[in-house]
Nanobody
Framework: QVQLVESGGGLVQAGGSLRLSCTTS????????MGWFRQAPGKEREFVAA???????TYAGSVKGRFTISRDNAKSTVYLQMNSLKPEDTAVYYC??????????????????WGQGTQVTVSS
């Protein structure tokens, strides 16, 4: 069973930065594609960023150029560096793991394992 634990959320002013971390259990982290999603109150959970096991990345248009996803396989951890934060980035952020290193990682249904989420609040 794969468990994911997010950390690093908090309250930050607009223009500030935060780094989220997601640490996974198990010894197969290197084989997983990893993604970050977010959900604001009253809205659908939406894709933010993803990284394939080989290190290629993809981003939602709303965060491209401001957010960076990375992974450290030795630590079984995926990161989301968030810069130039905006109030509209306020949401609960979730990390997710997919054993399928192919296809559209923007699709929530491709992920088998999810973390509990961490709150990010950006004040104006």
């Amino acid at each position: 069973q794969v468990q994911l634990v997010e950390s690093g959320g908090g309250l930050v002013q607009a223009g500030g930065s935060l780094r989220l971390s997601c640490t996974t259990s198990g010894r197969t982290f290197g084989r997983f594609a990893m993604g970050w999603f977010r959900q604001a109150p009253g809205k659908e959970r939406e894709f933010v960023a993803a990284i394939w096991s080989g290190g290629s990345t993809t981003y939602a248009g709303s965060v491209k150029g401001r957010f960076t996803i990375s992974r450290d396989n030795a630590k079984s951890t995926v990161y989301l560096q968030m810069n130039s934060l905006k109030p509209e980035d306020t949401a609960v952020y979730y990390c997710a793991a997919s054993p399928r290193n192919y296809g559209d990682l923007r699709d929530r249904s491709r992920y088998d394992h999810w973390g509990q989420g961490t709150q990010v609040t950006v004040s104006s």
